[in-house]
């Protein structure tokens, strides 16, 4: 019985493993795709834990002589799990575009950590405090994540895993070097430069005030990167969510 139960749990780890290994695959090589289902899942989980929470916070807000609204509560649900779907949809667009298969890798590798990181967090949270893992990575591991994932990329970066973009050519790719109508491929790379240069921009800015060492780490708390920790949390939470359901199951 004892090693039928380690060898289940080795296989379930072994899953777990696979779906994020398999999660970040499917970003670098299908990124509008993968922006697209990421938005779906979003607006689909969102819809419903957005309404869930509305309902509890309805009497925190208002009063009892306010009468409670299911059409109301359902309208801004929706309104807000949309906004995160579509803010969600753009930080895959930014987080895996481009055309460099080293730079997407590194990212990808980052990625991935970030969702293995946050899915064993939540394992820990719903084993340790009975914690809902789909609600704490919706509303609260997002922030957390961001962080992570922005500080992986910046260190990659200074490592020289990541090359180097230089900024001024940005205007003269748009104006000179897109076609008028550019492939995905063209499009993917674009938003990427775009991004570097943002966030070249503002560490630029920072070091104008402050030392070089001290920009870098507050840029990375203000990075386009940080997006992605919404991402990071959402996949996180649905894996978390699915060992433990197998843990509960088959253990």
Known sequence: ???????????????????????????????????????AISLLFGMW????????????????TVPRSAFLTAGVGFIEAA?????????????FSGTDSGRLFWVA??????????ASVLRL????????????GYFRLATVLGLLFSMGVTAASVLGLLPHVDASKLGWQILVETPERPSVAQISELLFQIKATFDQFVLHGLSQVMSVDWARVVAIVISVNMLS?????????????AVRKAEDTLL
């Open 1 to 39: 019985m004892v090693i039928l139960r380690i060898l289940t749990n080795a296989v379930i780890m072994v899953a777990e493993a696979a779906a994020v290994v398999g999660i970040a695959a499917f970003a670098i090589r299908y990124p509008f795709i993968f922006a697209g289902v990421t938005a």
């Open 49 to 64: 834990l957005e309404v869930a929470r509305l309902r509890y916070e309805y009497g925190f807000y208002f009063g009892s």
């Open 83 to 95: 906004f995160k779907a579509l803010l969600t949809g753009v930080a895959c667009l930014l987080t």
């Open 109 to 118: 590798v980052v990625f991935g950590a970030c969702i293995y990181v946050g």
């Open 125 to 136: 949270i719903s084993i340790k405090a009975d914690g809902n893992t789909l609600r704490w």
């Open 229 to 241: 920790g919404f991402v990071s949390a959402l996949y996180a939470a649905l894996i978390a969510t």
